[in-house]
């Protein structure tokens, strides 16, 4: 059996859809902080912070494996700091020690673009580089990873993460993310033709479309544990491209379409993360392999957005 924790989000939405497909909807049990609409299967509200209630669930449906997708993103936790950090470090610990005592045998946690800061190399970032990340978010991450490699290395337990890059797609909206304009400018585009992105026009930051992202998890979780080497996150590459470049894409679709730009509190942060990143370790550890690039993946959201 196998729980998701944040099943309402972003990528909630689409890895409970994927995971019941592959095993079956009484399989999979979905939980978020509030009811989440149609849920086609076991359906549990819980706030990732009442290790309690977590626990009943893990013993209630012997739960083996979670899916532990709750955060604060990037920009809603510089507004609130500290609830940022307590959400996102202790649902973690609440987990890994779930697996520590052996209540669960596999534990997904996402990691993201957002480790990095100011002195990382930005160009094809390297999987061990400097880490020195300017956002609450991106310091809980990097904690994060830090303490997951601890408890695989000294408990033994078998976590797996990866360090997705801005995810783009078509079901669902992000909430509260520095990415999230690469979401937002599709529906935009073909709600009212135009955009006003909070980013400058030339922000290159790493993308990845969630077919991909969501394929990505699947594939990571599924590979034999001998060959997970990494158990920090893996580097996830995507694609690279700026506000400039994503809005040439939508033209070629929607001739008409309109940019323009008011950078806000998110330049900063979008500034300090990588423009590209180096995922050879994950290609080679787990043969990942990328299929969307920006031209298929505007295609496949504009067609399915109308
Ligand atoms: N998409 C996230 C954010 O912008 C990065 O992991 O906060």
């Known amino acids: 059996m196998i729980l998701v924790l944040g099943a309402g989000g972003q990528v909630g939405s689409e890895l ?10 009484e399989k999979v049990v ?7 609409g149609n849920s086609e299967g076991p359906f549990e509200v819980l706030n990732a912070l009442d290790k309690d209630k977590l626990h009943e669930i893990v013993e209630k449906y012997k739960i083996e494996e979670i899916y532990h997708l709750v955060a604060l993103l990037s920009a809603t936790a510089e507004k609130n700091p500290k609830f940022g ?6 649902s973690l610990f609440y987990v890994l020690d779930l697996a520590k005592d052996k209540k669960i045998k596999k534990v997904f946690w996402p990691s993201s673009i957002a480790v990095f800061g100011p002195n990382t190399p930005r160009e094809n970032t390297p999987q061990h580089t400097v880490t020195d990340p300017t956002t609450v978010y991106g310091i809980s991450k990097l904690s994060g990873e830090r303490w997951c490699e601890y408890y695989a290395n000294n408990y033994g337990i078998d976590v797996r993460s990866i360090r997705y890059p801005g995810l783009i797609g078509y079901k669902s909206m992000p909430g509260g993310g520095t990415t999230d304009y690469a979401v937002d400018i599709y529906h935009k585009a073909l709600e009212s033709g135009s955009y006003e992105c909070f980013l400058e026009e030339d922000t290159y930051l790493p993308m990845m479309y969630m077919e991909d992202a969501i394929r990505a998890t699947v594939e990571l979780m599924e590979a034999p544990s001998e060959n997970i080497k990494i158990r920090s996150s893996y580097n996830l590459g995507g694609i690279s491209f700026s506000p400039k470049k994503i809005a040439e894409e939508i033209k070629k679709q929607i001739p008409s379409f309109k940019i323009s730009y008011t950078p806000d509190f998110r330049q900063s942060i979008a500034e300090s993360w990588p ?7 994950a290609q080679n550890d787990w043969n990942w392999e990328m299929e969307y690039d920006l031209s298929k993946m505007t295609l496949d959201m504009i067609k399915n957005l109308k």
């Open 30 to 36: 979905a939980s978020d902080i509030r009811e989440v």
């Open 16 to 25: 409970v859809e994927k995971l019941r497909a592959k095993h079956g909807n």
């Open 85 to 90: 950090w307590e959400l996102n470090m202790d």
């Open 275 to 281: 423009k590209s990143i180096n995922d050879s370790a």
